[in-house]
């Protein structure tokens, strides 16, 4: 019997074999640097951005994911050179042989481009760029500074511009060199010199265009900190619309161009005065409509008035007044009448009850020495002397005899008479 060899198989599943070759090709191959022209460029909703890059000879396939592509989502186009680092790698669902993508740069760009977008990406990190830390501009700032050089074109737009608009306002320059050794250092000690003064509103950092290497001194991070830390309002207003400037990133409002800045800080003298021509307009309608309404309520309120005719009631009320007057006088006059009559009334029950009135009709009051008054007989002793207390007079007596039982005058009936003188 022939002997028969047995061989052992190892059978791959597609994805156990898609990921070891992921494994490998990343192992074996370290952080690359790749060149070449871009094609089939895709940019998904995703944020990652896709495309390829091809050469005479071959293409690869490359992947851009969001956390690198917001740094240059806006600088990638199809038929563009590229220098790319990446890692190589494979994408296991579909078994593509790819590239990971994390820096792009033109081809021709060099060592300046990577310093930009590496120094832009750790000071995003940092919060540098971060917008709640933006402040605004004032709308009526009282002075302008300007941070530039003295001799450029830049300062005469920007001069020109605030005339134009606002003509009465303001600046103050402080002169830098804005390219060159040194230009950075300088940028930043105006802007913090600015910022111990405190006699500006508002900052105006601008120069004219240039290629990247003429605006080094405004990608310096040394640049960017001065900004960050300034108190005051900042526009930055550095070379063409499409150059593009760390400084820009850490402003709190960035123009495209000085002349932009000028503008974006200072406020429009023509535009204002037209606010104002309207908002007088404005003005004078509504006192027009306010004093017609005001002249049809005065001739409401005369017409109202007229037809309760306010003389003749006042007139009305005058006689009355004067009736009741007349009455009130009357009225007292009467009282006092009654009250007389009531008085007189009185004073003759009163006299008639006056001791006086009884000493009148004959009758004495005795007393006493020691001013008591006598009442009954028994309250003397003879030989006493006693005062009588007459109508008229007093006289004085002393007691000869007593009788306490006897009641009335003698049986004549009526008190003696008085001897006639």
Not at 133 to 158: E, H, M, W, Y
Not at 284 to 290: G, I, K, S, Y
Request: aromatic share 4%; glycine share 8%; proline share 5%.
């Amino acid at each position: 019997m022939d002997s028969i060899a047995v061989t052992t198989r190892i059978v791959y599943t597609v994805s156990r074999l898609n990921q070891e070759a992921r494994d490998l090709l990343e192992d074996v191959f370290p952080l690359l640097w790749v060149q070449g022209e871009v094609s089939n460029l895709s940019r998904p909703g995703s944020g990652h951005l896709y495309f390829s890059l091809k050469d005479p000879g071959a293409q690869i396939r490359c992947a851009l994911f969001l956390n690198r592509a917001v740094l240059f989502r806006d600088r990638l186009r199809n038929g563009q050179q590229l220098l790319v680092r990446g890692r190589v790698s494979l994408y296991q669902p579909r078994g593509d042989f790819q590239l990971i993508v994390e820096y792009v740069e033109d081809a021709g760009a060099g060592a300046l481009r990577r310093a930009f977008d590496e120094l832009r990406l750790r000071l995003e990190q940092e919060g540098l760029f971060a917008p709640d830390r933006k402040q605004a501009l004032p709308r009526f700032p009282g002075r302008i500074g300007v941070i530039t050089s003295p001799s450029g074109a830049a300062i005469r737009d920007v001069l020109t511009t605030l005339r134009r608009r606002c003509p009465s306002l303001p600046a103050r320059i402080y002169p830098v060199p804005v390219q060159g050794d040194g230009a950075a250092e300088r940028i930043a000690a105006a802007i913090r010199l600015a910022s111990q003064r405190q006699d500006c509103d508002v900052l105006l950092l601008v120069r004219g265009g240039g290629s990247l290497e003429d605006l080094d001194a405004f990608n310096q991070e040394i640049v960017a900190r001065a900004i960050f830390a300034c108190p005051l309002p900042l526009v930055t207003g550095i070379g063409h619309e499409t150059d593009v400037t760390i400084a820009d990133f850490a402003a709190d409002l960035r123009a495209a161009t000085p002349t932009a800045a000028a503008e974006l800080a200072s406020p429009d003298r023509l535009e204002w005065l037209n606010q104002v021509a309207l908002l007088n307009d404005r003005l004078e309608r509504a006192l027009r409509r306010a004093l017609l309404d005001r002249r049809q309520r005065v001739d409401e309120l005369t017409r109202r008035l007229a037809r309760q005719q306010p003389r003749r009631q006042l007139q009305d009320n005058a006689q009355r007044l004067d009736e009741l007057s007349q009455r009130l006088r009357q009225a007292l006059h009467n009282r006092l009448q009654t009250a007389g009559l009531r008085l007189r009334h009185l004073s003759g029950q009163l006299h008639a009850l006056s001791p006086l009135g009884t000493l009148n009709r004959g009758y004495a009051i005795l007393r006493q020495p020691d001013g008591h008054i006598l009442r009954r007989a028994d309250q003397a002793r003879l030989g006493d002397t006693v005062e009588a207390l007459l109508s008229q007079g007093r006289l004085r007596c002393q007691i000869t005899a007593i009788d306490p039982t006897a009641e009335g005058w003698p049986d004549s009936g009526s008190p003696p008479e008085r001897e006639r003188g």
